[in-house]
C-alpha cells in the first residue's frame, strides 16, 4: 500500500528550547517524552521486516508521535492559529477544545486565534475573521455538533493567507481539513519557507469517509457509522412493512465505501452494499436489479445500502465541480431510487421504495465516546508537533500509535476498500451479496 | 370544533355475559367498571356548560372506556382478527401486543388472528394471509419499529373482506390505520349489517400526523416529535457551520402540521415554519425568500421546517393519487430547496441549502416511553369495547380520558393547526416569524 | 379528588396597562387574548355537571391561563426574578429560558435576575448572588441537565427574602420548585402583602415524582420515565442473564409510585412494582418473599421494581428531616436487595440481586421533546400571569389546558396513585401482580 | 509487556479437508486465504525490531487468524457447542449470533448447540441444558444486551464437562468469558488431549474491564465507556446543581483502570480518577480529601471516578471469593461516599455526595456499532480457528489484525494501565489531578 515513501519530517529548525510540557517537567523518569528516533513500522507482517533484514534494507516507519524534550518555540512570544475547512465531521469541537486547552494548560501558550469559516477568515475582503481563543471560550463546545468557528469551501489565495500568518506572527497554524485542505496546507508551507518564516504548519486529517491515505481512521468516522446504522435499521424495517419492500440507504464516500460497509456490517440488515471500489451493473442477468427481484421474490423484501460515490459510470460524464474544486456527484441515490422503482413496476412488484439519505443528519453529530478520546488524542499529538518546531506533516494514527506523516506522503491520495481484504470479504459474507456485474456469471457463480 | 354529532355509540345487541375480565372479578368494590352512563364532556369550558344549562341542553359528551361489568361475547368461543394498514408509525407492534395479551390473559380469549399485509390479507387473491397470535408470538415485539403483521396501501374489496370475516367467524375486527382505514371500516360495519352478521368493529386510530378529528393525541406523534427534533437540531448545526448557512427540514405532515409546529417548540432554532394550514408566498416583500434573505443578512444563517402538505399551491394542479386514494402531495421540500437556491444565488447569498428529509427514518422508530404506556391503553380500551359488544367505533382520548367515538364522527374529517390557538400563536413567538404572504404588510407589520 | 376549593387567584390590583404582548397587538382580531372569564372545569364528568345544575350550583373550575390584553406592570419599568429550588428536574433550564425569553422579547422587560442557589441566594450571609440574565445568556441551556442558576436544600428567612426582593425591588418572583417551595412562597406573599409591597409570586411546580395536587402533569416526569425504562430494561436482561436471576429497580417517588407504575407500564418486564399508595408484606404466604420464590420457580428470572418511599413500615421510625425539611427516608432499596438476598440464599436459589439505582442519571437529564414543549407553555403561562399581576398561584396543566391554581389549594397536599384507578389496575394486569399482604389469601386469590 | 512467550498455537492435527469455506472457493486469486506462516509482529518499534535483527533474532510474533485452505473438520460431520460464562458484557449475542452464521452459512455446519447457563449446562446434576442453535434462534438477538444462552458464575467439575463433550462428540467448544473461563479452557484442553478426543477449544475473550493480556481490545469495552460517560456527565451535573457540589461515579475495573480513565478522557469533566494501578491516600496535605477541599474551595464542585478496584488497601483485608473464585471487592464507593461525606462534614463543606453505580446498566446494553462489527470479526475468526483444527488459543486482536494467542500465554495475567504511559498522561493533563499519595509533595508538585 505504500512504497518508498519519504517518511522524514520537516522542521524549522533545531529544537533548543527546554520544553515547558507540564506533565513532563514533573515526570521524574523523563520517561514520558518521545523522542525522534522512536519509530513506528509502516508494516507489521513478520515476513515483510524479515525480507527487509535479509536485503540489508531499513523498514519503512513513521516518526512517532508525543511531547518532546526541546521545543522550538518560546511559549511565551508563541502565537497560534486555527482553522477548519470543507463539511462537517463529528469531533471538530472536540479538536479544536483539545488544541486550544493543551497549548494554555500543558505548554503555557497564551495567545490562540481562531479563523472563522475556513481560510476565507485569512482573506482581506472576508473581513480577516479572528477570533481570540482561551479555555473559557471552548470548555463546553465537546458536546455540540459542528465546528464553533465555521467552515467554508473553496480555495483562497495562498499568497493572502500567508500575507496574514506573517502579518499577525503566527507560529503554528494547525489545519484541520481534508485532502483538499491538506493540498492547499503543503502550498501555504511552500510559500511561508519562501519568504523564510518560521511558521509551522500541522494538519489534522479530517474526512468522514475514512479514506486519508496513511491514516487507519479518521476522526469523526466512528460516530458517522454509528449514526448510518440507525439509517439502516429504518430502511429494514421500512422494508420488512410491506411486501416486497425496498428499503434503500445513501451513505457518505465519494471515492471510498467504508462508511457503508462498515455500517453495513453493524447492521447486518442489509442485502446489497454498491461502493465505489466495487463495479456493478443494473441490466444483465447478474446485475442489480435482477439480482434484486431474486431477493423480493424468495424472501419478500431487500435493503440496499449506496456510497455516494458509487456508480458514477451511469451518467454520461462530470457535472462539474463545486467550490472546493470536488467533482461534483451525481445523486447515485435518487437515480437508483428511479430506476429501481420503474423495473419493479415493469415486473409487477412495484410497491415503492423507501429512500434514506441521513447526510447531514450524521456530518452534524456531536463526537460519540469513542472520538471524543481520538480527537483529544489528535489534538495533542498536533500541539507537541508544533511546539516541537516539525512543519509539512500531519498526525497520523497507525498500529495503535499516533504518528508524525510528512504531508506529501499523504496528499491527492486516497485509502479504499480494498476489494479483496478481509472488510469486503466480510460484508459479503453478512449480506451474501454477489458479482453484481452482468458478464460474471460463468467463472464465480458456479 | 364540533357541533351536534352523535356520539351515541351502536352495539351488537345487549351484553349479557358476565365479563370474564381477571381484575374486574378480583376487584371487591366493582369499581374497575365503567358503566355506559360515564360520559366525558366534549368541552371543559364552564362558560359553555352553563350556556348549555341555561339553554337547557344536555353538553355533548363521549361514551368513557374501560371495561363493563357484562359482555356480549362468550370469550371461549370468541374468534378476534387484527389488522394493521397504510403507512408505519411508532407504537403499531405495540397496540397489537396489547390487544393480544389482553384478549387472552384478562378476557381468556385463545383464538387470535393477525391478519397480514392490511387488508390485503382477506383476499383471496393474495391467500388469505392470516397469522395466528398467542402471547409468546408478540412477547417481545415491543421494541421493534414497523408492524410484525406487514402492512400494505391501496383498497380492497369490501365483499371479500366481509366474506372472509364471515368464514372464519370473527366476532371482533380490530383496524388499526388512518382515515382511509376509517372509511373502509365503516364500509365494512355496513355489510356486516347488511349480512346480519354479529361481528363488531373497533378502530385505533393511526396518523402520524396527529390530525384525526375528535382524537386530541394520536400514538406515534410524540415519537415522531421526538426524533423530528434531531433533525432540526442538525439542520441548525449545518446552518451555523458556514457563512449564510440555510438549513432545510421537511417533516410529515399531509392536511396539518401538528409535527412541524411541535417539533419546532420542542427545538427552538427554527426560524420559518411552513404548514398546510397557514398560507404563505415564495415572492413579494414578504414572501419567505426576502424574509429568509434579511435573516441571514443580519443574523448569518437560518432554518426553515416544512411540513410536506405545506405550499401545494404551487403547483399547477394535482398529481394523482397513490394506492390508497390519498392525493398524491408534490414534493415541497425538493421545490423550496431549488427555489431559495436559486434564489440566494441570484443574491449573491448562495452557500448551498442542506436539505433533511428524515420520514422513513421516523416511521419505522419503535415507540418511546410515552408512547408505550399510551399504546398499552389504547389496546387495553379497545379490547373492553370489543368484548362489550360496542362496534362501528374507534378509541379516542380526550381530556385525560379513553373515550368511545363514533366512527362517523370522526371518519372523513381533519384536526387542525388553529392559526388563533395557543399551538400556533407559541410557534410565532419562539420563532419570529411574520406573515408571509406578499399583501399582508399594511396590516400586520406596524 | 377536589372539592369546594377556592379557585379565585389573588391580584395585586386593576391590569389598567395596555399590554405590550408583542404576539397579541399584531393579532387583529384580539383571539389570542384569553379573559380571566375564561375557565376550565375541574371535572370532565357529564354525571357531575349536570348533577351541579340541578343543585343550582356553579361547577368547580380553574381560572384558565394566557395572555391578557391589560396588564398590570410596566415592562419598562419592571424589575423580575427567577429562582430554583430543591433537587435537580430535566426542564429548569428551558423554564428559566423561556421565561427570560418571554418577559425579553414578548413583553420588552429588561431587567431580570437569576438568583443563584436557591433561596440562599437572597440572603446576606451567602452574598446575594443574583445573576443578570437576557437572552444571550440563556440562548443554549436547553440541552443541558441541571439548572444554570443552581438550587440548593433548606429553609431561608422569609423575612431576610422579602427584604431582598423589597430592595430590589423585584415585581415578579418566578419560584421553580416542589411542595416546599411552594410553602416557602405562600409565606413570602403573607410577608408582602403584610408590608404593602406589590411584588407578584408565581410559582411553577417541579417535582420529579408527578405528585403536585391539582396538577395533572409535572414538567420532567416524561423524561424521567423514559430513563427509568432503561434501568428497568437493564435489571431485566440481568435477571434473564442467569438462573433464578432478580434484578430490582428503585426509582423515584417519595409519596407516590407514579414513576414506578408509569415506566413499568412503559417497558413490560417488571413482576413486581412496589409503592407507597399500595401496602405490602415481605412474610406470608402472599407476601413478597414467597410470591417472588414462586415466580423464580416457575418462570426462572423476576424483575422488581420500587418506589424509594415504598416500604417505609419496616423501618421502625423515621430517620429525621433533611436540610430541606423532608422526611430523610430509609434506603428501601438496599433494604430490599439485602432481605431478598438472604431469604433467597435460605431457600437454596441465590444467584445475586442486580440493584439499579438510577436515581441522579434522571435527575440531571435534559428535558426529552415532550417536557421541552411543556416547559416552554409553563413558562409563558407564568409570565402572561405574572405581568397580568396575578399572585399567590402556580401554572398547573388540566384537561390540556393551562390553568391558575391558587397555592394555598395545592400546597402541603399531594397527588397519588389511586389503587382502585386506571393506572393502578392497568399496572395489575401488567405484572399479574396480586395482592402482596399476609392475609389476603382469602378473598383475593381464590 | 512481553517476553519470550511461546506463541506456537497447538493443533489437534494436519489440516487435509478441502476447505468448505464458501467465500474461499469463489474467491479465485485464493487471496481469501492466509496461511500459518503469515504471522503479525508483536512489536511496532522500529528500533526493537533492527535490535532482534542485529542479535541475529527472529521477533516475537502472533499467527494470523483467517480462513485456512485446508481445514481438519469435516463441516457435515462436526458438532459444535458454544458456552458463554461470567458477567454479562455488551456483545455476547452478537458473538453467538456470528459464529452460528459462519459455521452455519459459510461452512456449511448443521450441528451447533448452544449450552445454557455457562459450563453448569455441561453438567449432569443441572440437567445439560443445551439449545439447538439455527439461523432463524439467533437472526434477531443482536440487538439485545446479555446473552441468549444465559449464564453463570462458579466452577464446574472439568472432568463432567469433557465426558459431557466425549458423549455429545462435539468437534469444537467455543468458550466465551473471562480470565476464569480462560484457566478453565485451558484446563479442559489437559483432559481432552489426556483421553486423547479430538476436541479444539477456542476462546473469545471477555472482560468489560479490557484487561485481558495480549489482546489491545475486548468487546463490549466500548460500549461501556460510551454509557460510562452518561453517568459521568450525570455526576457533573449534579455535582454543578449545588454550591460545593460533589458528584461521586464508580465504574468497572477490578484490576485495571482502563474503563474509568477513557471515559475520564471522554467526557472531560472528571476533577479526580482513581485507578488499581495507581496507588492513592484519603489523608494527608496531597490525599483525596485535602486536595477535594481545595478543588471545592477555588471551583465550587467536583467530580470524582474511581475504578471498582481501587483504593481496596483502605480495608482490612480480603472479603472472601465469589463463586468463580474472584475476590470479592470490598465496596470502595459506598466506602468513599462516606468518608467523603464524613470530611466535608467536618470542614462545613456538607452538601451531599451524589452517588452514583452505573455497573448493571452498562453490563446489560447492546453492543454499539463499533462492537457489533468487532464482535462479529472476532467471532468469524474464532470459527476459522476452530475449523482449521487449531486448538487451546484464543482470538486476539493486535496491531490491527485478528491474531492467534496460545490461551496459556495470556491465562492468569492482565493488562494495565501504565502510569507512565500516554493514557495515564493524558488523563492527569485531562483532570489536572496531581499525585495523591501522602508522602509525595516535595519530589512531584515543585
Excluded at 481570540?132 to 463546545?141: E, G, N, R, S, Y
Excluded at 454498491?274 to 431487500?302: K, Y
Excluded at 456527484?329 to 421504495?353: A, N, R, W
Aim: aromatic share 8%; with cysteine.
Amino acid at each position: 500500500m505504500f512504497e518508498k515513501a519519504d517518511t522524514a519530517i520537516e522542521t524549522l529548525g533545531e529544537a533548543r528550547v527546554p520544553t515547558s510540557y507540564r506533565r513532563g517537567i514533573q515526570c521524574s523518569h523523563n520517561n514520558c517524552f518521545v523522542c525522534d528516533s522512536d519509530r513506528v513500522l509502516l508494516e507489521t507482517s513478520l515476513e515483510k521486516v524479515l525480507a527487509c533484514a535479509r536485503a540489508g534494507e531499513t523498514p519503512v516507519s513513521f516518526e512517532k508521535a508525543g511531547p518532546r524534550k526541546s521545543i522550538y518555540f518560546d511559549p511565551k512570544k508563541l502565537r497560534c492559529a486555527l482553522v477548519t475547512c470543507g463539511g462537517l465531521c463529528p469531533g471538530l469541537n472536540d479538536i479544536i477544545r483539545a488544541i486550544v486547552l493543551e497549548l494554555y494548560y500543558a505548554y503555557g501558550v497564551r495567545n490562540i486565534y481562531g479563523v472563522r469559516h475556513g481560510f476565507a477568515g485569512f482573506i482581506p475582503e472576508y473581513g480577516y475573521d479572528f477570533e481570540d481563543l482561551a479555555p473559557d471560550k471552548v470548555a463546553d463546545i465537546h458536546g455540540r455538533g459542528g465546528t464553533m468557528l465555521g467552515s467554508s469551501r473553496g480555495h483562497q489565495d495562498i499568497g493572502e493567507i500567508v500575507d496574514c500568518l506573517d502579518r499577525m506572527n503566527i507560529g503554528i497554524l494547525f489545519t484541520i481539513g481534508g485532502d483538499g485542505t491538506l493540498m492547499a496546507s503543503t502550498k501555504i508551507c511552500d510559500a511561508i519557507k519562501e519568504r523564510g518564516l518560521k511558521t509551522a504548519v500541522i494538519g489534522i486529517p479530517k474526512t468522514i469517509d475514512n479514506d486519508i491515505y496513511l491514516v487507519s481512521k479518521s476522526f469523526g468516522f466512528d460516530t458517522a457509522v454509528d449514526m448510518a446504522t440507525h439509517a439502516i435499521r429504518s430502511a429494514h424495517t421500512e422494508a420488512l412493512g410491506y411486501p416486497l419492500g425496498v428499503g434503500l440507504v445513501k451513505l457518505m464516500g465519494r471515492y471510498s465505501g467504508f462508511i457503508a460497509v462498515t455500517a453495513s456490517l453493524a447492521q447486518q440488515d442489509v442485502n446489497f452494499v454498491l461502493i465505489p471500489e466495487v463495479d456493478f451493473d443494473l441490466e444483465g442477468p447478474n446485475g442489480l436489479l435482477a439480482s434484486l427481484r431474486e431477493r423480493l421474490a424468495t424472501r419478500g423484501h431487500a435493503v440496499i445500502v449506496v456510497a455516494e460515490g458509487a456508480g458514477q459510470k451511469f451518467f454520461g460524464g462530470a457535472s462539474g465541480t463545486d467550490a472546493s474544486g470536488n467533482v461534483r456527484l451525481h445523486d447515485i441515490g435518487l437515480f437508483l431510487k428511479d430506476e429501481i422503482g420503474k423495473y419493479l413496476k415493469s415486473q409487477g412488484m412495484d410497491s415503492g421504495v423507501k429512500y434514506i439519505d441521513p447526510s447531514y443528519m450524521i456530518r452534524s453529530l456531536p463526537a460519540n465516546s469513542n472520538d471524543n478520546v481520538f480527537c483529544s488524542f489528535l489534538a495533542r499529538n498536533a500541539v507537541h508537533a508544533g511546539m516541537a518546531g516539525k512543519t509539512r506533516m500531519l498526525i497520523g494514527y497507525w498500529h495503535d500509535e499516533f504518528v508524525h506523516v510528512p504531508m506529501d506522503a499523504s496528499a491527492g491520495k486516497r485509502k479504499k476498500v480494498d476489494p479483496n481484504g478481509k472488510l469486503w470479504q466480510s460484508l459479503l459474507e453478512a449480506t451474501g451479496q454477489e458479482d453484481l456485474r452482468q458478464g460474471q456469471a460463468l467463472g464465480f457463480r458456479e
